[in-house]
C-alpha cells in the first residue's frame, strides 16, 4: 500500500500551536484508515519556480495557518495548481483566506482582490478584518445541510477552534454569488466561516482550525475525511 503524500502548504513554524497538531491530525487519521500517511513541509517560497513539479510527487495538499506567508504569490500558484488538478484540498485558517483569494483573481477575474493583513489599504479587501477577532477562542458554526463539511461533521452545528483575525469580507462575499465556491457554514452573526468547492473531488476551507481537536486526542473529521479522499485520490480530475 502506498503511502498518502500530504504536501503542507505553508512555512513551517513549531512555536505555531497548529503546525504543533497537523502531525498528530495526520497521524491519527492515517491510523483510522490504515493507510500510511506521510506529509513534507513546503514553504511558500519553493513555489516561486511553479507549482506543478513541486506538487505532483504528492497525493494532497494542505494550506496550514501562519499567514502573512513568506510568498503569498507561492501559496497562491499552490492553491491554483491543487484547485486545477482535482488534487484534493484543505485550506484552515490562512489557507482558507488565501484559497478565496486565489479563486478571486483566478477564476472570478478580480485581479485587484488582496488580503487586507498584507494589503491594509486594498481598494478589494476580499479579505478583511473579523468583526471579532478570534485569537485563542472557540466559536459555534452553522453548517449547512445537503454540503461536503455537514456529511463531514454529521450534525448542522458544531464548534472549533481559532485563532485568527481575518476572515472573507462580508462587504464583498456578493462577489462569490453564482460561483463555483459557496459559502457552507457561518457563524452565528452570519459571517463565513466554511466554504467548498462544487465540481471538485474535495476541496474545502475551514476558517477555524479543526487540527487542534488532535491535541487533545480527538480524531478531526475534517481532516478525516480529507485523507480518506486522498486515498481515492487518482490524478487528472475535475477542474472548477
Request: charged residues 20%; proline residues 7%.
Amino acid at each position: 500500500m502506498r503511502a498518502i503524500r500530504v504536501a503542507l502548504i505553508g512555512d513551517h513554524d513549531e512555536e505555531k500551536l497548529a503546525h504543533r497538531a497537523i502531525p498528530v491530525a495526520l497521524q491519527m487519521a492515517g491510523s483510522a484508515l490504515w493507510h500510511p500517511v506521510e506529509w513534507e513541509w513546503c514553504g511558500t517560497s519553493s513555489f516561486h519556480r511553479g507549482a506543478g513539479a513541486r506538487l505532483e510527487p504528492h497525493t494532497c495538499a494542505w494550506c496550514v495557518p501562519g499567514s502573512p506567508y513568506e510568498s503569498e504569490a507561492g501559496a497562491l500558484e499552490a492553491i491554483r495548481f491543487a484547485r486545477e488538478s482535482g488534487m484534493p484540498f484543505l485550506g484552515t485558517c490562512g489557507g482558507c483566506q488565501h484559497a478565496i483569494l486565489e479563486f478571486a483573481r483566478n477564476v472570478l477575474g478580480h485581479s485587484d482582490a488582496r488580503h487586507a493583513e498584507s494589503h491594509p489599504d486594498a481598494l478589494l479587501p476580499i479579505i478583511a478584518p473579523l468583526s471579532c477577532a478570534l485569537v485563542e477562542a472557540r466559536g459555534t458554526i452553522l453548517l449547512q445541510s445537503g454540503t461536503a463539511i455537514g456529511r463531514i461533521y454529521g450534525r448542522s452545528v458544531i464548534e472549533e477552534g481559532y485563532h485568527c483575525s481575518f476572515g472573507l469580507n462580508p462587504k464583498l462575499e456578493h462577489l462569490l454569488d453564482g460561483s463555483a465556491l459557496r459559502i457552507t457554514g457561518r457563524e452565528p452573526g452570519g459571517e463565513a466561516r466554511a466554504l467548498e468547492l462544487a465540481g471538485h473531488p474535495f476541496f474545502v476551507l475551514a476558517q477555524f482550525q479543526p487540527e487542534r481537536r488532535a491535541l487533545a486526542g480527538e480524531l478531526p473529521p475534517l481532516v478525516s475525511a480529507f485523507i480518506s479522499a486522498a486515498a481515492e485520490f487518482r490524478p487528472g480530475g475535475s477542474r472548477a
